[in-house]
């Protein structure tokens, strides 16, 4: 999935011949605090919430020379991971996505990503999650995936998540199956350290310890 192909028709962007009274109708009405001017096709950049309140009179134009735009936005083709990664660093309440030309395409907002990793990690398909704790030099998804399928299981979709100070990955992975014992046995018979996991157990136990990593994990 590419940026372009997460483009939200619905936000019309602004003109520089629109007022700052229309910039802030937009802004509440997708209840976002970015977003996107254009000028003929061409993107202009992005006006924030915050800085237009500080502005006397909102009957002012766009254009008129006083208004500050961010020159933030996504490229058409690059990868919804990279998208991610925009937002999650300029903390974007709406994403601008230009062609090769600087023409603006549409916007992208938190809840079109959110639907897309939604679907993409399987949320709405019932089943089991596992975290698993391995070393970058050990991770084999055939090997996960083996362990899984001989427990009559399959994997619906995997995540990493890697830190920069550690060579370690958490490997998060959603499985077919609610009742997870078996193949939570088998990691620990191949050696494999499990971080947390979430799915339905036997005993009560089981149960308890099952809650407490689900908390110990949502505190990381």
């Excluded at 990955?169 to 046995?185: C, E, H, T």
Aim: charged fraction near 20%; avoid cysteine.
């Amino acid at each position: 999935m590419i940026a372009k192909q997460l483009i939200n028709e619905d936000v019309l962007p602004l003109l520089l011949t629109d007022s700052v009274e229309e910039a802030l109708k937009r802004m509440d009405e997708y209840k976002v605090w970015h977003y996107p001017v254009v000028d003929g096709g061409a993107f202009v950049g992005v006006v924030i919430e915050k800085e237009l309140f500080s502005l006397v009179g909102f009957n002012r134009k766009l254009e008129s020379g006083l208004i500050h735009f961010e020159d933030f936005y996504a490229e058409e083709n690059i990868t919804v991971y990279d998208v991610l990664n925009i937002v999650v660093k300029r903390k974007l309440s709406l994403t601008p996505v230009l062609d090769n030309d600087n023409h603006y395409l549409g916007s992208i907002l938190p809840t079109d990503l959110l639907l897309f990793f939604s679907q993409s990690l399987s949320v709405y398909n019932p089943g089991g999650v596992i975290i698993l704790l391995v070393s970058e030099n050990d991770y084999s998804l055939t090997e996960i995936a083996n362990i899984v399928e001989s427990n009559n299981a399959k994997i619906l979709s995997v995540f990493l998540e890697s830190h920069p100070d550690s060579t370690q990955l958490k490997v998060i992975i959603k499985v077919s199956v609610l009742n997870i014992g078996a193949i939570l046995k088998t990691f620990d018979r191949f050696g494999y350290l499990v971080d947390a996991s979430f799915g339905q157990d036997i005993s009560q136990e089981d149960l308890k310890e099952n809650y407490d990593s689900l908390m110990n994990y949502l505190k990381l």
